[in-house]
């Protein structure tokens, strides 16, 4: 597979290496970017990466709660100009505060939102914003008490990033600096119970690999990979990262501390994971003139 500058490019970005390193892990995993980051990780050549959702696409993230239980939606455009936009604040919230009666994606669409379904309503909201949309996501959390928080908001309870906390025990207070935690750390779960075995096993093997790099002797790289699985999941579970608002505690230590017990979280970025093609600005233009 042919390497292109701009894979280089996007590799040496998201793990900090260097040119040359970056087209050598491309060239030899030919050209998969995830085997190539650990590739680079083995080789003690990129940082150790936890996978950040890149924000690629454009719209808002909405949040609501009735009584225990609370939703998140996120509603996609094609530029960040329409999230400003009067009429499409308005279909975000409305669809958000539907979905706290729904219990899937698919049972959004067909919810009724002023005599239509939503689907329909954002079908009709494309002919007059006339823009793409997209009503990609949808997340739930219940418990004895939910509260919300969102970044970077554009009106109220909408923004860039909604998070929804579900705890009992405790007040609001606490409830709101955890979702902010949230908001900031991107936690892959609330506890180690909670994450995915094969995120896991694949860490611990990348792990494992460069241990073996060092040549140390099995038992010592045992003990090596037992510390570096325990920070691992430190940091990728909430429950054990450390508590932003005090970071001397944990986050479930200073749950203890409030008397809370929190019992599921969701967050939810505008774009993650979505690739957006990008077009240098010159070719454009030039495009337009040739047109």
Same mark, same amino acid.
């Given at each position: 597979? %042919?390497?292109?500058?701009?894979m280089?490019?996007?590799?040496?970005?998201?793990?900090?290496?260097?040119?040359?390193d970056?087209?050598?892990?491309?060239?030899?995993?030919?050209?998969?970017?995830?085997?190539?980051t650990?590739?680079?990780?083995?080789?003690?050549?990129?940082k150790?990466a936890?996978?950040s959702?890149r924000? %690629?696409?454009?719209?808002?993230?909405?949040v609501a709660?009735?009584?225990?239980?609370?939703?998140a939606?996120?509603?996609?455009?094609?530029t960040?100009?329409?999230?400003?936009?009067?009429?499409?604040?308005?279909?975000v919230?409305?669809i %958000?505060?539907?979905?706290?009666?729904a219990?899937s994606l698919e049972?959004?669409? *067909?919810?009724?939102?002023d005599g239509k379904?939503?689907?329909t309503?954002?079908?009709?909201?494309?002919a007059?914003?006339?823009?793409?949309?997209?009503?990609r996501?949808?997340a739930?959390?219940?418990?004895?008490k939910?509260?919300?928080y969102?970044?970077?908001?554009?009106?109220?309870d909408?923004?860039?990033?909604?998070?929804l906390?579900?705890?009992s025990?405790?007040?609001? *207070?606490f409830?709101r600096?955890?979702?902010m935690?949230?908001a900031?750390?991107?936690?892959?779960?609330l506890?180690?119970?909670?994450?995915?075995?094969?995120?896991?096993?694949?860490?611990?093997?990348?792990?494992?690999?460069? %241990?073996?790099?060092s040549?140390?002797?099995?038992?010592?790289?045992e003990?090596m990979?037992?510390?570096?699985?325990?920070?691992?999941?430190?940091?990728?579970?909430?429950l054990?990262?450390?508590?932003?608002?005090?970071?001397?505690?944990?986050?479930?230590?200073?749950?203890?501390e409030?008397?809370?017990t929190?019992?599921?979280?969701?967050r939810?970025?505008?774009g993650?994971?979505?690739?957006?093609?990008?077009?240098?600005?010159?070719?454009?233009?030039?495009?337009v003139?040739?047109?």
């Amino acid at each position: 597979m %042919a390497i292109t500058a701009s894979m280089v490019k996007e590799l040496r970005e998201s793990t900090g290496a260097g040119m040359m390193d970056a087209k050598k892990a491309l060239t030899e995993t030919d050209g998969d970017m995830e085997a190539a980051t650990d590739w680079l990780r083995t080789k003690g050549l990129a940082k150790a990466a936890k996978k950040s959702g890149r924000t %690629a696409a454009e719209g808002l993230v909405a949040v609501a709660v009735e009584g225990g239980r609370g939703v998140a939606i996120e509603l996609n455009s094609e530029t960040d100009f329409v999230a400003k936009n009067a009429d499409f604040q308005a279909l975000v919230s409305k669809i %958000a505060k539907a979905g706290v009666k729904a219990n899937s994606l698919e049972e959004l669409k *067909a919810t009724d939102l002023d005599g239509k379904p939503v689907e329909t309503q954002v079908t009709d909201a494309i002919a007059k914003i006339g823009e793409n949309l997209t009503l990609r996501r949808m997340a739930m959390v219940e418990g004895e008490k939910v509260v919300t928080y969102v970044h970077n908001a554009a009106a109220t309870d909408m923004g860039t990033i909604g998070v929804l906390v579900a705890f009992s025990g405790a007040d609001e *207070a606490f409830g709101r600096q955890v979702a902010m935690h949230i908001a900031a750390a991107n936690p892959a779960a609330l506890g180690e119970a909670d994450l995915d075995p094969a995120i896991v096993e694949k860490e611990k093997q990348v792990q494992m690999d460069i %241990a073996r790099e060092s040549g140390k002797p099995e038992a010592v790289i045992e003990k090596m990979i037992q510390g570096r699985m325990k920070k691992f999941m430190a940091e990728s579970t909430l429950l054990g990262q450390a508590f932003v608002v005090n970071p001397d505690l944990t986050v479930e230590a200073a749950a203890k501390e409030a008397g809370a017990t929190i019992t599921g979280f969701v967050r939810l970025a505008v774009g993650e994971g979505i690739e957006k093609v990008e077009e240098d600005f010159a070719a454009e233009v030039a495009k337009v003139a040739k047109g």
